[in-house]
């Protein structure tokens, strides 16, 4: 069973730059397509990014091309994804999240685990 915790998720202004870290235990990650999924109060969860197990295939979400990028190290069980030019529509809880479709970002039928989400905030 694969076990994912992100981190470095917070307060953040417009404009500006964070990177989470998705790091993984229980199981070898490169089994695994990873991807990262928001939500915010009242809306479903979204899905933003995918990288597949041998992260030669990548997909980001339209709303956030060109701003984020996703990246992953097998070697140190971890996932990446890297933020920049934030917009406050941008704030959500964040999850990364095992089995993602590089075709299909929202698709979650094929998730088999989740994180507990880490909060990313963007405000003055």
């Known amino acids: 069973q694969l076990q994912l915790v992100e981190s470095g998720g917070g307060l953040v202004e417009p404009g500006g730059s964070v990177g989470l870290s998705c790091t993984t235990s229980?199981?070898?990650?490169?089994?695994?397509?990873i991807g990262w999924f928001r939500q915010v109060p009242g809306k479903e969860r979204e899905g933003v990014s995918c990288i597949s197990s041998s992260g030669y295939v990548t997909a980001v979400a339209d709303s956030v091309k060109g701003r984020f990028t996703i990246s992953r190290d097998n070697a140190k069980n971890t996932v990446y994804m890297q933020m920049n030019s934030l917009m406050k529509e941008d704030t959500a809880v964040y999850y990364c999240?095992?089995?993602?479709?590089?075709?299909?970002?929202?698709?979650?039928?094929?998730?088999?685990?989740w994180g507990q989400g880490t909060q990313v905030t963007v405000s003055e």
């Open positions: 999240a095992a089995g993602c479709v590089t075709s299909d970002l929202d698709e979650k039928l094929y998730v088999g685990f």
């Open positions: 229980g199981d070898r990650l490169d089994l695994y397509s």
